[in-house]
Structures are given as C-alpha cells and as structure tokens.
C-alpha cells in the first residue's frame, strides 16, 4: 500500500484535511494506476492546478499518477505577464510537489497562439525582434527547469483542421521554419528533455495528423530536435477515433515516441449510468490503444477530477469528462483506465455513492460541520450516515437530517424533503457539535 505522501508542511495538511476528508474511496483497495501502469512500462499522468495540490486532490495526484502536467502554470502568459517580470510560482510548486511524489512532469507549453502576455500579442515586432523574443522566452524557461522536466510540449497546436498551418502570430511571423527553430532553442537549454509537438483531433488518421506525421518525418530527416508527438485527445463521448492505435504506431515506426497527453471525454450534461458506461469504455479503448504499441509512453488526463476540468467552461452543457466525480470519488471511467492497464477492479464499476465529511469553521470550543452525499451512477432514495467521534465530540444541533448521537456513535437520517440523491447528484446536510482538545475527523459510513 503506498503511504500517504503529500510533501506540504503539517499546518497545511490539517487545514486540508478539516475542510475536505472522504469516506474510504471506493479505489482504496485497488492498485494506484501509477503502478499498474508501470507495471506495463507506461506512466500515467494528470494536468494539475497547483493551489489545488492540498488535501484530498494532492492526495490522488500523489497516489495514483506517476506524472504531472501544469494545466496553465508554464504557458507564457503566466510565467511573464510583463515583459522582464517573472513569476514562477505555480509552476515551481507543481514541480516540487512532482519530485516529492516521485513523478516526472511533462512541461506545457512553449511555442502557442493562445494564453500568451499582452505586452506580446499587442507588441508590433519585426521578424527578428520576434524570433529573440521567441529563444529568449525558450532558454529562459527550459533553462530554469533544466534536468527536471522529462518532457515538453514545445510547440502546441500548429495546424489546421485541412492540415495547412494555422496562421499564428508564430507562422505569419517566422514562417514554419519557426517550429525547427524553437525545438533546437529547446533542446540547447536540456538537452535530456524529449521534445515533443502537441495537437488535437489528430488522434485518428486524418488530413491534419497526416500533416502532423509528415512535419515530424521532414523534421527528423533534417536532423532537428524531436522526440515525440502529442495527441491531446478532448473527445466527445462515444467518439473514439477507430484508427487511433493505427495512428499511434504510424508515429511510432518515424522513431518518435508518443504521448496522450490531455485525455478528456466529455458528454452533454447531465450524465447518467449509461453515459458512465460509454465513457468507461472509451477511457478504456484510448488507454489500451497506448499499452499496445511500445512507443507510446504516457497517457496523461487533463484533469483527474470533474471538479478541475476544463470542459464545463468551454464547452456549455458539457461536462464530467475526467475519471474521478465532483467529491474526487473514481467514476467507472478510472476503472477503464485501470483496466486497460492490466488492473482488476474490486468495486462494481456501475456506480457509488460517497459521503464526505468536512469541518466548515471551528473555534475554541464548537465546530461546525457538514456531510455530503453524492452518487454516481446509480441513486438512492433515502439515506443514512453513521460515524464514530474519536475525541469526545458532542452534536449539539443539526439541519437537513435528523441526528442523534449515543456515546460516541453518530447516525443521522435524511429529512422528509432530502432523501433523493439523483444519479449524478449529491444532498449536504450540517450540523454544530463541541470539541475539546483536538477534532480528528471521521470516517462516515453510508447505508
Ligand atoms: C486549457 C486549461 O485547462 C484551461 O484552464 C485554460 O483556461 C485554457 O487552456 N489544449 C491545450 C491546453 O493544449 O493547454 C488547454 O488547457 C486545453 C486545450
């Protein structure tokens, strides 16, 4: 059993605990999917946001993946809102939070049109201006991050949907010589980072991953710089491109290696037992695509956690593509994902409902707490939820369940308006208790 390693001072993981503390998660007995995938030569990985590395999120980040990639935290816009002033904070502290848990990070991203400073976008530069502005914002970051970053996406979405080069302030700039140039400038800041070109819908053959596939072909045949391609993967559910492995291993025998590098499957909202299963099987068939050709190296989720995806705001009505639901409990998608990697499932994959317990305000002598129910995939129609205190705690008041404590058994039942918990849904109820000397938090159970 991996130990619980979360790498942050101690105050920190009170603070994090109290405010958020699962019920045992249903995955606790099966194998980290870190080691599962180690175990198939693979790593497995997560985009990550870095404040968001405490408590129950760092804890899954730690334990179940073998890989980090900042969500936004390298993207120039971050690192150098103005020009000459940097700020490396988040993506420092997801670096140490990686090598703390033994992780690798993949670096994203260099070279984009998008999520760029200001001071760039509005700046009128010549072509030689913008070619230094270019090294220098590559040296600088692949510089400071020198021997710790396995692997970068150094450009990021170069083509259209036809295959002809989206017109970036980068191509109409420098034309698509620009490409070669940055993965050189990379690759003399580290030379032991694998330097990859990252896109999306060019999981299948088609058009643009062919003209993906024939960019990195001339690339090597020139000598330059690159180690691997990135297919993003944002799928729509039910969409997994049948050519997918085919595509894989056309990259694979160029010489280059391959990642997944921001799996999504996202579906219109609200999701519900079917949508689960279709999603299950679609994790499943990409992370199986990646296990069966050698040089794909890493399957990475953008966002583990519906709570942390991206989806919900850029594409309305859709949402809960990630494997693991809103209360970090994992959805039958991360047992696809766990399948797919050789590992067997010791939960029904058909759904749950988990009760999370957290500690809202505490002071000298009461707290207030609360308790969420959420189901996935399957439902209930009334509920009960039932701890232990540890330390004396007493309930003294609740609301939206009626509580009663004998000794230090608590059991609180659903009120006559709140016993439904939908698929896809969750019910919280509160309550004020006393405390003293310390307030360690329960486990709840739920039935
Ligand atoms: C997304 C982030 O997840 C969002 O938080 C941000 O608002 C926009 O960018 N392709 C990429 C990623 O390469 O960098 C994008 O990340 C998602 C699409």
Redesign the pocket.
């Known amino acids: 059993m991996r130990s619980l390693r979360t790498g942050l001072p101690l105050a920190a993981l009170v603070t994090g605990a109290a405010l958020l503390l699962s019920a045992p998660a249903a995955h606790a007995a099966d194998t980290p999917l870190r080691d599962l995938a180690a175990a198939k030569g693979k790593v497995v990985g997560t985009?990550v946001?870095g404040s968001e590395l405490t408590g129950g999120y760092g804890d899954i980040a730690g334990a179940q993946f073998s890989s980090l990639t900042p969500?936004?935290a390298m993207?120039w816009g971050t690192v150098e809102p103005t020009q000459g002033s940097f700020d490396w904070t988040e993506a420092d502290q997801i670096v140490a939070f990686a090598q703390a848990h033994n992780q690798q990070v993949r670096g994203?991203?260099l070279v984009?049109h998008?999520?760029n400073p200001s001071w760039l976008t509005n700046g009128t530069w010549t072509s030689a201006q913008l070619g230094s502005l270019l090294q220098n914002h590559i040296s600088t970051e692949v510089g400071r991050y020198k021997g710790e970053i396995a692997a970068w996406?150094v450009v990021?979405?170069p083509f259209n949907e036809d295959g002809t080069y989206r017109s970036t302030l980068w191509y109409t700039g420098l034309g698509a010589n620009y490409i070669a140039q940055a993965l050189t400038w990379a690759h003399a800041a580290d030379p032991a980072a694998k330097l990859y070109i990252?896109d999306?819908n060019v999981e299948g053959v088609n058009a643009k991953s062919t003209a993906l596939y024939n960019l990195v072909k001339s690339l090597r045949a020139a000598g330059v710089p690159i180690d691997g391609v990135g297919l993003?993967a944002?799928l729509i559910l039910g969409q997994v491109p049948a050519t997918l492995q085919q595509n894989i291993q056309r990259f694979a025998d160029l010489g280059v290696d391959v990642a997944i590098?921001?799996l999504d499957v996202r579906m219109a909202l609200p999701a519900d037992a079917t949508k689960l299963a279709q999603q299950k099987a679609d994790f499943k068939s990409v992370v199986a695509a990646c296990v069966a050709v050698t040089r794909c190296v890493n399957v990475t989720v953008?966002?583990f956690t519906d709570a942390d995806?991206?989806v919900p705001?850029?594409f309305p009505g859709y949402g809960a593509a990630t494997p693991y639901d809103e209360n970090y409990a994992p959805k039958p998608a991360y047992y696809g994902v766990a399948e797919a990697l050789g590992g067997t499932t010791t939960t029904p994959p058909t759904g749950a409902c988990s009760a999370t317990y957290g500690v809202t305000s505490q002071w000298n002598t009461g707290f207030t707490g609360q308790v969420t129910i959420a189901c996935t995939g399957t439902a209930l129609s009334s509920w009960r939820a039932s701890w232990t205190y540890g330390a004396g705690q007493q309930l003294t008041q609740a609301w939206n369940a009626t509580c009663t404590q004998s000794g230090a058994a608590v059991t609180c039942t659903n009120a006559s308006y709140n016993g439904t918990v939908p698929d896809g849904g969750s019910v919280t109820f509160g309550f004020n208790a006393s405390w003293s000397g310390s307030n360690p938090v329960p486990v709840v159970t739920l039935g």
């Open positions: 985009a946001t969500g936004n993207k994203h991203t984009w998008s999520q996406d990021n979405e990252n999306y993003q944002h590098t921001e953008w966002g995806s991206w705001g850029t």
